[in-house]
């Protein structure tokens, strides 16, 4: 059994920690909980049965007491911990992006390269039925060659951030990161070379003078000619909203609906259909499948799950995407790398 520790207890970690500590996921017992600052740390532990607490993660990296770990803390702190752990030989399971930016990113890729470990990033929508159909589709060439690849993603409202604690490129780092891996992931043996964006504050315009960006378009050009668009909001008020669209020479694809079943209630009044959700209610099911399958591949297994590459790839786009929407003009990858 992989004795695992989740550090950070943010919304995501624990949701993280209450799937692993239900045992949904054969070969991974989560034995710890860490996070210097989460004020009921003690009592989730206690109520999800895990034993040890830990305020700095940075001392499971080298008391030999978790074989694995997932890193669900903040962006920025990502390296640092992918440094850590990466060293001290714990197998890693990482939550995007790689890190804040590029360089970052860049640091982090390499530690993980060094390392005898399994390294993953939390790229989920690779694991959820709908995109892992769609995948199959493209490869046995059902819609020939790609042309086109659109992915949305629109998180569910009314937003209830904070503007003010929200760091400059969110929109792109850490929404839309999910876009461009799946992107590249559809369109797999080509290179993205070259982006176009455009951003702003039209959930909270109020706070666009402080440079907060809320939804966001971008436009990538790859190496074998397909063009992919991948769009975001921070507010869909009717729920939370994944889609996507692969066009190609003999077809088309689509995966993702914006509802909760295929059930529609039709009367006098229109059309109804439910679609309220989170990621959490959504998309447990591919979370479960990604932490399947970073346990199957400590096992020995080789399964197929995105790397570090994946993730720097992803990171690439995201730091061209901010310059691309900064500057007004399209950037190639190239200059970001």
Not at 19 to 43: K, N, R, W, Y
Not at 107 to 133: C, H, L, M, T, Y
Not at 134 to 147: E, S
Request: contains cysteine; proline residues 5%.
């Amino acid at each position: 059994m992989t004795r695992v520790a989740v550090v950070g207890a943010g919304r995501i970690g624990r949701h993280h920690a209450r799937l692993l500590a239900a045992g949904e996921v054969p070969g991974l017992e989560l034995t710890v909980l860490a996070d210097p600052l989460a004020p009921d740390l003690d009592e989730l532990a206690a109520e999800l049965g895990v034993g040890r607490t830990v305020r700095d993660p940075l001392e499971l990296a080298g008391d030999g007491s978790v074989d694995a770990v997932v890193i669900t803390a903040p962006a920025k702190l990502h390296p640092e911990l992918i440094e850590a752990f990466a060293g001290a030989g714990v197998h890693i399971f990482t939550e995007k992006p790689l890190g804040v930016d590029v360089a970052s990113a860049t640091r982090a890729v390499a530690d993980a390269q060094k390392a005898p470990i399994v390294f993953q990033v939390g790229f989920n929508r690779r694991f959820s039925e709908s995109w892992v159909n769609a995948k199959k589709a493209v490869v046995d060439g059902a819609v020939g060659a790609v042309h086109r690849i659109h992915s949305i993603t629109r998180d569910p409202g009314p937003y209830a951030g904070d503007p003010a604690r929200t760091a400059p490129g969110t929109v792109f780092n850490e929404t839309l990161i999910h876009d461009f891996d799946t992107i590249c992931w559809l369109n797999e043996g080509s290179e993205p070379v070259e982006v176009y964006a455009v951003a702003d504050a039209l959930v909270v315009p109020e706070a666009k003078a402080s440079g907060f960006q809320d939804s966001a378009v971008v436009v990538i050009r790859f190496d074998n000619g397909a063009i992919a668009t991948a769009e975001a909001s921070f507010c869909a008020m009717y729920g939370y909203d994944l889609r996507g669209e692969v066009f190609g020479s003999a077809g088309m694809v689509q995966m993702g609906d914006p509802t909760n079943t295929a059930a529609r209630l039709f009367d006098a009044t229109g059309l109804h259909a439910d679609t309220h959700g989170t990621d959490e209610s959504r998309y447990h099911a591919a979370y479960r499948a990604e932490f399947q399958a970073f346990a199957d591949r400590i096992a020995g297994a080789d399964v197929p799950a995105p790397g570090a590459m994946d993730g720097l790839r992803a990171q690439w786009i995201a730091a061209a995407s901010i310059r691309s929407a900064a500057e007004g003009r399209r950037v190639g990858l190239d200059e970001v790398k």
